[in-house]
């Protein structure tokens, strides 16, 4: 397998301080309630549960300096990534949603906005006359792009004018040769359709962890595209109306905000980050080459399943629908053991596992799957790590079927059965209106998934010297 490239760097002087420094950094307060998080390119794009640029910037700063290596192994939408990038560290990241991947590309890379104002004008323009001219072309370039199964999930979570508006801006994205200039359309693209209320989808929301379609659609001309008059006096049914938008009008929106956030020039290190499409458990790095690792894993039991809203706009990026559910069978807390590495568990992780499975035997399964895939990351996050310094994890506890899963300690035991130690374990509370979370379709009152994620826990796990 071939390894990224570690750059030649000077060495150092050890801090023996350093398990201070961390156990410090985790006792300040995590909250960052009255920060502003969208600074530089962190709001390209939105991503399920993902933590404030504030969380790895402070851990960077604090327990790194410039030519240092920051990982993170699962990174999502490249917040870790941004900002040891802009601090001067070397930045790799791992992931297997290539949403995430793109994201990342996008929100590292310095762009000219001139040039990207001429050629999303061009794009606008272009699309916009094929879709008044040529629209009978655009039904036959969707049928011909798309297999069946991709098809019938279009047909259900698109209408057809819809349809027509996207293909003709995802003709005109891929016509643009240059590729970085491409990536940040395809991105800008992506972003009108996922959003918490479901973007230019049939989606009423795509924050929930099972996408929801909305009871009644209503076009801008006043047209019902899903649904009918008398579904209107209902309440379940007010609250889950929507009306359609345009997505040629809403990426010219977009484009706007975007423009405005990317990176124009930046005061960084000849190290460009490297990001790979790679799993956690695996990693292609040298042993002992990492100076500090920052990510955020899933929740257990895939309490946020980041492809069922991602797959709305991966599906026009190129990716056939059966393909992105081969990609999520590789989330980390599926219910499948199959082709899992059966290792042996501590006695308390173990003890957890049964008492869910005696209540649901596919939720212990599940949480059996999380537990022994984690343990295979902590494991590989021991490798790469180099000694006297520390990986921080930031975990939500999760309940299932009633029984508290207890994440921190269970981690922390694994954790600490590889070499490492846990010094410290901080808490932060979390902002709900800042972050795209499960969202509850009953009014008035909140899901078992939103009262226990009202909280994070950030795990300090340092390897010694």
């Given at each position: 397998?071939?390894?990224?490239?570690?750059?030649?760097?000077?060495?150092?002087?050890?801090?023996?301080?350093?398990?201070?420094?961390?156990?410090?950094?985790?006792?300040?307060?995590?909250?960052?309630?009255?920060?502003?998080?969208?600074?530089?390119?962190?709001?390209l794009?939105?991503?399920?549960?993902?933590?404030?640029?504030?969380?790895?910037?402070?851990?960077?700063?604090?327990?790194?300096?410039?030519?240092?290596?920051?990982?993170?192994?699962?990174?999502?939408?490249?917040?870790?990534?941004?900002?040891?990038?802009?601090?001067?560290?070397?930045?790799?990241?791992?992931d297997?949603?290539?949403?995430?991947?793109?994201?990342?590309?996008?929100k590292?890379?310095?762009?000219?906005?001139?040039?990207?104002?001429?050629?999303?004008?061009?794009?606008?323009?272009?699309?916009?006359?094929?879709?008044?001219?040529?629209?009978?072309?655009?039904?036959?370039?969707?049928?011909?792009?798309?297999?069946?199964?991709?098809?019938?999930?279009?047909?259900?979570?698109?209408?057809?004018?819809?349809?027509?508006?996207?293909?003709?801006?995802?003709?005109?994205v891929?016509?643009?040769?240059?590729?970085?200039?491409?990536?940040?359309?395809?991105?800008?693209?992506?972003?009108?359709?996922?959003?918490?209320?479901?973007?230019?989808?049939l989606?009423?929301?795509?924050?929930?962890?099972?996408?929801?379609?909305?009871?009644?659609?209503?076009?801008?001309?006043?047209?019902?595209?899903?649904?009918?008059?008398?579904?209107?006096?209902?309440?379940?049914?007010?609250?889950?109306?929507?009306?359609?938008?345009?997505?040629?009008?809403?990426?010219?929106?977009?484009?706007?905000?975007?423009?405005?956030?990317?990176?124009?020039s930046?005061?960084?290190?000849?190290?460009?980050?490297?990001?790979?499409?790679?799993?956690?458990?695996?990693?292609?790095?040298?042993?002992?080459?990492?100076?500090?690792?920052?990510?955020?894993?899933?929740?257990?039991?895939?309490?946020?399943?980041?492809?069922?809203?991602?797959?709305?706009?991966?599906?026009?990026?190129?990716?056939?629908?059966?393909?992105l559910?081969l990609?999520?069978?590789?989330?980390?807390?599926?219910?499948?053991?199959?082709?899992?590495?059966l290792?042996?568990?501590?006695?308390?992780?173990?003890?957890?596992?049964?008492?869910?499975?005696e209540?649901?035997?596919?939720?212990?399964?599940?949480?059996?799957?999380?537990?022994?895939?984690?343990?295979?990351?902590?494991?590989?996050?021991f490798?790469?790590?180099?000694?006297?310094?520390?990986?921080i994890?930031?975990?939500?506890?999760?309940?299932?079927?009633?029984?508290?899963?207890?994440?921190?300690?269970s981690?922390?035991?694994?954790?600490?059965?590889?070499g490492?130690?846990?010094?410290?374990?901080?808490?932060?509370?979390?902002?709900?209106?800042?972050?795209?979370?499960?969202?509850?379709?009953?009014?008035?009152?909140?899901?078992?998934?939103?009262?226990?994620?009202?909280?994070?826990?950030?795990?300090?796990?340092?390897?010694?010297?």
């Amino acid at each position: 397998m071939h390894q990224l490239a570690l750059p030649f760097v000077p060495s150092r002087r050890k801090y023996s301080s350093y398990r201070t420094r961390l156990a410090e950094s985790l006792s300040d307060n995590l909250d960052f309630q009255n920060t502003n998080g969208e600074h530089s390119s962190h709001k390209l794009h939105s991503f399920p549960a993902k933590f404030p640029p504030q969380l790895p910037h402070k851990f960077i700063s604090e327990l790194t300096e410039k030519d240092d290596v920051v990982l993170d192994p699962m990174m999502g939408s490249g917040t870790t990534i941004l900002e040891a990038f802009l601090l001067n560290r070397i930045a790799w990241g791992f992931d297997i949603d290539p949403l995430a991947i793109l994201l990342s590309k996008v929100k590292t890379r310095t762009y000219d906005k001139r040039t990207l104002r001429n050629i999303s004008e061009e794009v606008v323009t272009k699309a916009k006359a094929n879709l008044n001219q040529n629209p009978t072309l655009l039904e036959k370039q969707i049928l011909n792009r798309f297999d069946k199964k991709t098809l019938e999930f279009l047909n259900y979570w698109f209408a057809p004018e819809t349809q027509l508006e996207l293909m003709a801006l995802i003709y005109e994205v891929e016509s643009v040769k240059d590729t970085t200039l491409r990536d940040f359309l395809m991105l800008v693209m992506s972003s009108t359709i996922i959003t918490k209320t479901g973007g230019v989808s049939l989606a009423y929301d795509l924050a929930h962890t099972r996408p929801h379609k909305a009871k009644v659609v209503v076009s801008k001309t006043g047209r019902i595209v899903v649904g009918n008059d008398q579904d209107f006096d209902a309440p379940r049914v007010k609250l889950l109306t929507k009306k359609l938008r345009s997505p040629i009008e809403e990426f010219e929106k977009r484009l706007l905000q975007n423009i405005q956030g990317v990176l124009e020039s930046v005061d960084v290190l000849n190290f460009p980050p490297q990001f790979c499409y790679g799993n956690a458990q695996a990693m292609p790095i040298p042993e002992r080459s990492v100076d500090l690792i920052v990510t955020s894993p899933p929740y257990a039991s895939n309490a946020i399943d980041y492809m069922r809203a991602h797959k709305f706009s991966l599906v026009w990026l190129g990716y056939p629908i059966s393909d992105l559910g081969l990609v999520r069978q590789k989330y980390i807390g599926g219910e499948s053991l199959m082709g899992i590495e059966l290792v042996a568990l501590p006695g308390k992780v173990k003890a957890v596992i049964n008492k869910v499975a005696e209540e649901s035997p596919s939720k212990g399964r599940a949480l059996h799957r999380y537990y022994l895939e984690m343990n295979l990351v902590l494991k590989e996050m021991f490798r790469v790590l180099k000694p006297g310094k520390a990986s921080i994890v930031v975990v939500g506890n999760s309940t299932l079927v009633g029984q508290d899963v207890m994440v921190v300690d269970s981690l922390a035991e694994i954790g600490c059965q590889h070499g490492f130690q846990v010094p410290m374990v901080g808490v932060r509370q979390l902002n709900r209106d800042k972050r795209m979370l499960p969202a509850s379709l009953k009014v008035g009152q909140f899901s078992q998934i939103q009262q226990r994620m009202h909280e994070e826990f950030v795990i300090g796990f340092y390897k010694p010297e």
